[in-house]
Nanobody, 126 residues
Framework: QVQLVESGGGLVQAGGSLRLSCAAS????????MGWFRQTPGKEREFVAA????????YYADSVKSRFTVSRDNAKNTVYLQMNSLKPEDTAVYYC???????????????????WGQGTQVTVSS
């Protein structure tokens, strides 16, 4: 089992920045594919970014590309999501997810991930 705990959410004005953290435990972190998703009420969970293993491929949703950066620190068992130039439409609950394995073609699919954090609220005011 893998436990994931997110932190770093909050309220920020449009144009501002936040950094989300997700601390993992229970499994060799470097072997996990890590993803970030977000969800707003009444909508399906949406892919944001993913980092497949240490030194692996990085993926972004088109809506966040060039504004968000996903990174991982294997020594700290933590994955980060640096969010810059935030927009009101980025407001959502952000979830960290981990997978024992996910193919490149499925990295954006929530069902491919085995473990999920509890979520952290990000609110961007206009």
């Amino acid at each position: 089992q893998v436990q994931l705990v997110e932190s770093g959410g909050g309220l920020v004005q449009a144009g501002g920045s936040l950094r989300l953290s997700c601390a993992a435990s229970g499994r060799t972190f470097s072997s996990l594919a890590m993803g970030w998703f977000r969800q707003t009420p009444g909508k399906e969970r949406e892919f944001v970014a993913a980092n497949k293993w240490s030194g692996g491929s990085i993926y972004y949703a088109d809506s966040v590309k060039s504004r968000f950066t996903v990174s991982r620190d294997n020594a700290k068992n933590t994955v980060y999501l640096q969010m810059n130039s935030l927009k009101p439409e980025d407001t959502a609950v952000y979830y960290c997810a981990a997978a024992d394995y996910v193919s490149n073609s499925r990295v954006r699919v929530p069902d491919e991930y085995d473990y999920w954090g509890q979520g952290t609220q990000v609110t961007v005011s206009s």
